[in-house]
């Protein structure tokens, strides 16, 4: 399932978890920076996926 | 992220020891490495998820649920401080404002819960911001029987820490003169 995403960052959540567990999709974040700023901002751990298009 | 065979994102591949495709970590807020991801079938990686969000989330612990929330307050003897929330920025905006330090303290006199406003989701049709665009703060006593049907305090909207701090505050204070 996570290998066909290619965008970056999920910020985890029991929400995002949960979502995953009803087959719905995480909310991936497209800009790493982006992701990692909300996370500082709204005090929750990241989820970072490293992948290659190649 | 894509890496693109190491062209792409190098900073954060490089920071993270990322050495082959597909990687995944966890980091907390500030961007510390937590852990690797460590199986990948689908319940060991929400297992993972739950325990690293159980331990690493900063600011306050909700519950998920107006009944679950109600039972925990009856047991603490404290009100119950329900956020409603949706995807837009007022609410994002909220949801930072609540993990301000400076409401640490008055938070834990609350049992906190937290969904987001989905149009179908059971609790947000019980307090009837189902098609709320706003982020909406309930203030319920456990003690009585449907407290959805007569909350305390109702907030509609953005607040600020310091706005929050001032009226929790005088949401206590109120209660202690009653």
């Known amino acids: 399932m996570l290998k066909s995403l290619l965008a970056a960052v999920t910020v985890v959540s029991m929400a995002g978890a949960a979502a995953a567990q009803d087959g719905g999709k995480l909310p991936w974040k497209k800009d790493p920076q982006a992701a990692l700023a909300e996370a500082r901002k709204t005090g929750k751990p990241t989820f970072m996926f490293f992948t290659s298009e190649g | ?178």
């Open chain 2, 1 to 178: 992220m894509d890496c693109d065979w190491g062209a792409k994102n190098t900073d954060l591949s490089g920071k993270y020891g990322v050495r082959g495709y597909p990687t995944c970590v966890f980091t907390d807020s500030e961007g510390k490495e937590l852990a690797k991801l460590a199986k990948r079938d689908a319940a060991s990686v929400i297992a993972q998820m739950n325990e690293i969000a159980d331990k690493h989330t900063k600011g306050p612990a909700y519950l998920a649920s107006l009944d679950e929330a109600v039972a925990k307050a009856k047991e603490d003897k404290k009100p119950v401080l329900y956020l409603f929330t949706t995807a837009k920025d007022d609410s994002k905006k909220l949801e930072e404002a609540f993990v301000d330090e400076s409401l640490k303290d008055i938070l834990e006199k609350f049992v906190m819960a937290r969904r987001e406003i989905k149009k179908d989701d059971e609790d947000a049709k019980r307090f009837k911001v189902a098609s709320s665009t706003q982020p909406v703060i309930f203030i319920l006593d456990a003690e009585i029987e449907k407290p959805e049907e007569k909350p305390l305090k109702k907030w509609t909207g953005k607040k600020t820490a310091k706005e929050l701090k001032k009226d929790l505050e005088a949401f206590l204070k109120s209660l202690e003169e009653k």
